[in-house]
């Protein structure tokens, strides 16, 4: 779910610069495009790891019970 929201996001950003061509902006462009990925990739790295983390607390609970 969260990654269709990213990728939604993503795809929605990608739109509107597309959109503002033509004009010498482009390098600023390209430069918010990549800060939306870096972005994109720490949330998606840290949804990875609480799901890690999530799946561990399980095991524990499971070894306790």
Do not use: F, H, Y
Request: hydrophobic share 40%.
């Amino acid at each position: 779910m969260k990654k269709t929201i990213i990728a939604a996001t993503l795809g929605a950003m990608a739109l509107s610069l597309a959109a503002c061509g033509g004009k010498g902006d482009d390098k600023l462009g390209s430069q918010v495009e990549g800060a939306a990925e870096n972005r994109a990739d720490a949330l998606e790295a840290a949804a990875d790891n609480l799901e890690d983390r999530a799946e561990a607390v399980r095991d524990q609970g499971e070894k306790q019970g």
